[in-house]
């Protein structure tokens, strides 16, 4: 077929590229890439509806009603598993992988990821992967249960074969590269036990005998944090919060949740999180609050041109630590930024008339080693992550046993944190994380953490930070985090983003050169 | 194939009928059957997704998220049209229906009323059913702004299309039916104009009189349902009411919109009622949630065999408002519960201490002419329905045009409430009803008060009702309920449905006989 004028004017206007001497190919291709973005926004409606039933689970649903949803979500799931991975999909994502040279870098890109995800999971025999989604629907319900009575052998049998099944998939799926490299990976694409070992022992270099310099000095009165907090007051000064932090409600929900989370529905458009108020300690809901709107910034920033895609929201479980933790710590709870918002604090709870912005500085910057890592300090938080990665990493690597874990995590609790862990309730069993299947998640926590330090300084290079902590003006900082990592969605993998934003090395001794500068002056050491 | 004794002997625990002769075919029904239900659970999914996404945006969504709500929906249901309208299914349905008399009476019964849907839907032309969706999306938006503005002419436009599209689909797809009566029989399967003159003639021959003799009284001070009643006090108080309708509210929830509603998501295992506050009158409220109430009542207690099949959930719009009427009205607002529920009333609101049962039960039974249909009392409610389905009735039959309408509604409105209509706003611009293409579903309001009524002096035959409200025990009058009405889900015409209730045809002077004794006896008529 030759084609005629009409025929390049036409794919002119629409934007293609035109190579004359294949240009019968080009119309194919173009055509293989409506479809294909097609099918994304199809496979977006699926989530949309899947993610809003699991929100409306643990918002407003009545309380039996789980049973109903499973229905639903079963149903939903597996036609959205059909649509991604069926005959007709695979053979389209095929033809666009062949032809990846000819396809602009954002298509090839979010081909690329839906392949890959695919590829794995044709590795996995079906009925394998079957039996692991029971064992983990399973294991939830079980590790409710033993954490609730502090049994952990009752959970045990689970947690074996969630290690068992998470080291023969690595195996199918990436043969060549150690178990717990592939499940760091799929958590953080790029990651390796090495970095992890190389971060961490940095982290621990530093961070063990600041610990230690700390417990020597007298500890600060964080009485000011609490009393009598009503939930609804509380509610209000999250709001504000998400005003103060420039989060546009219009598209960006609050609700109540057990856990806080944040998740988008569909697209970049539609963003909700959520928090816990505790009405004796409104520091708590304010920094999840803090926390979850960094998540729901990076998630509702993409270019609108990602939404409806795969490259629709945050690009990591890394970054994203990178930018709640951001905002939680090195924006929330810094000086300038606790003198800033005090007035509101004491404007939506009266009681604290008799404090000053310095009490809540220092309140809010307690350092204390501790049991719980959901509760923990921003010093020692590292380290409770740490303990995990390095028993993760001991069980994938057959060094220690499942058996092990209650009495190793105790030994790495009592070395590096220097507490006993009293029961496994507040030990071993307190995360969800294994229940669920995410082994490898833990370090992005951490990584995070240190990502954003080194944002920070390279952030101050353009941007006055103090001076928009001390107005209350986020703009110019969101609008650095847009320009740098909000807007590029899944475009990059983490290490090409990273290189983007630093033009340098990740450094983890960044991180740890911040926190023994600010506790430094806060403990006076 | 000989079956084997093995085959029949699973067909018969199955409790399938076994016909020898032709055992073979039986077999492939056996396998279509559940291929069948199989489509109705997934059918009911992608229910359970767009309710829910309609509920979310109702109650929680952030309020720019509509359009990123419409690319799901828009998807969604998409996907489950052509699922409940493929090739496939229909080759599903009518080889089912070829059958039909091998079919229990429930499965022949859901096999009917998914080809039914889909037979008229084939004989719409598609590109007139998209249009006629556009014109709505678009009447809606346009029908808020000109109630706003109280602009008929801004709606009228709109309003012409949607008569036009509605006389064009009941052609198509009944040409021997007035169009009309297609119209009546989308929401009362079986209703008719002729049935609709004779039932609102008698209604209005007993009302209009009954509505004069007590605008000659003195009228009652209902003082004591307004007052100051902050919306958080009423929503417990609300949840108490569910408490003692008997609504079980592990499957049923209660949240807050501009409009109430009642929705079921995905089955009959999980409802939610939603109300508005109105915080200087808590009546408003208190109503509305046992009206949606006995909505919820009645599709919660479908049989649980009915689930995730269109047999789930009341089977019309007449026999569901019947029920929500009957708690609201015939219970709720009957001396009997009053007296039973204003202690409550007066633990929730303590500023109403020095009223008695006997004020409250007059003030929520005052009747007074108005304007407004949705704030309308038990007796003058049905006039208000009775002046839309003339209205409805002239304009299809082609006696007025859709410019006539304001004038007609005004004159109707003195002619049988006496009052003026001061503005198109307060007047034939007050429903959402027209702009959403509801043309016909009017009349089942009133129909449904009337059934109530004659399923009251039924229930009477063997239940104590009187006993029941006193005690606040509403244990019995469900029970009758459900084992009558509820129970049955679609699985009987509305007409059938009735004369299985009642065992004798429908009265509608039952209905005006009730008003007739209650509001003579509380007027001193």
Redesign the interface.
């Known amino acids: 077929m030759i084609m005629t004028s009409f025929a390049l004017y036409k794919c002119f206007k629409r934007g293609y590229t035109v190579y004359i001497p294949r240009k019968e190919f080009n119309m194919e291709l173009n055509t293989a890439i409506e479809k294909y973005y097609k099918l994304q ?2 496979l ?3 989530g ?2 899947m993610s ?2 699991y929100y ?1 689970g643990s ?7 789980a ?3 499973g ?2 979500l ?3 799931s597996e ?1 959205s598993y059909l649509l991604s991975t069926g005959k007709e999909t695979v053979e389209l994502l095929e033809f666009l992988d062949d032809h990846k040279k000819e396809l602009s870098e954002k298509d090839a890109r979010s081909v690329y990821l839906a392949l890959k995800d695919i590829r794995e999971m044709q590795k996995i025999p079906m009925d394998e992967y079957i039996e692991y989604q029971e064992v983990l629907v399973e294991a939830d319900d079980v590790w409710h249960r033993a954490k609730e009575e502090n049994n952990f052998a009752m959970f045990f049998p689970c947690l074996v074969k969630i290690f068992d099944f998470e080291k023969r998939f690595a195996r199918y799926c990436a043969p060549d590269m150690h178990p717990y490299n592939y499940c760091l990976n799929k958590y953080e694409d790029g990651l390796t036990m090495e970095k992890c070992d190389k971060f961490f022992a940095a982290l621990k270099s530093r961070i063990v005998p600041l610990i230690k310099k700390i417990g020597e000095k007298e500890q600060i009165d964080d009485s000011c944090i609490y009393g009598s907090f009503p939930a609804s007051e509380q509610e209000s000064f999250g709001l504000a919060l998400m005003d103060v932090m420039g989060i ?6 609050l ?1 109540t949740t057990e856990h806080p989370f944040t998740t988008s ?3 970049h ?2 963003v ?1 999180i959520t928090t816990n108020y505790k009405e004796d300690n409104f520091a708590s809901s304010m920094f999840s609050v803090i926390h979850e709107g960094g998540h729901a910034l990076y998630d509702m920033n993409s270019a609108d041109e990602l939404a ?1 895609t795969n490259l629709d929201g945050g690009v990591s479980m890394g970054i994203h630590e990178s930018q709640s933790r951001f905002y939680e710590n090195l924006l929330g709870r810094s000086r300038e930024f606790a003198e800033y918002i005090f007035p509101t604090v004491k404007k939506c709870f009266p009681s604290l008339e008799k404090y000053t912005a310095e009490d809540f500085y220092r309140a809010i910057n307690k350092v204390e080693p501790s049991l719980i890592r959901v509760e923990a300090d921003e010093v020692t938080y590292a380290l409770h992550v740490m303990i995990r990665y390095e028993l993760e990493k001991a069980v994938m690597n057959g060094d220690i046993t499942v058996l092990d874990l209650p009495r190793e995590w105790n030994r790495l609790y009592k070395e590096y944190l220097g507490v006993d862990v009293p029961s496994d309730k507040d030990g071993v069993l307190q995360d969800s994380h294994w229940s669920g299947g995410a082994i490898g998640y833990f370090p992005s926590y951490a990584l995070g953490s240190a990502y954003g330090a080194q944002f920070l300084k390279k952030m101050r290079e353009t941007v006055d930070v103090e001076k928009c902590l001390e107005t209350g003006d986020f703009a110019p900082i969101n609008e650095w985090n847009k320009e740098n990592i909000w807007k590029h969605g899944c475009r990059y993998t983490p290490a090409e983003l990273l290189d983007r934003i630093l033009g340098e090395p990740f450094d983890p001794y960044v991180f740890t050169d911040y926190l023994e500068k600010k506790y430094g002056e806060i403990y006076g050491l």
Chains 1, 2 share one sequence.
Request: hydrophobic letters at 30%.
């Open positions: 926004a199809k977006a409606a699926y949309h509806a809003l039933i409306d918002t407003t649903a009545p309380k039996d009603t049973a109903n949803r229905r639903a079963s149903v939903l036609e546009d409600k219009g598209h960006c929900g609700a529905l569909g697209s458009h539609d909700r409806y």
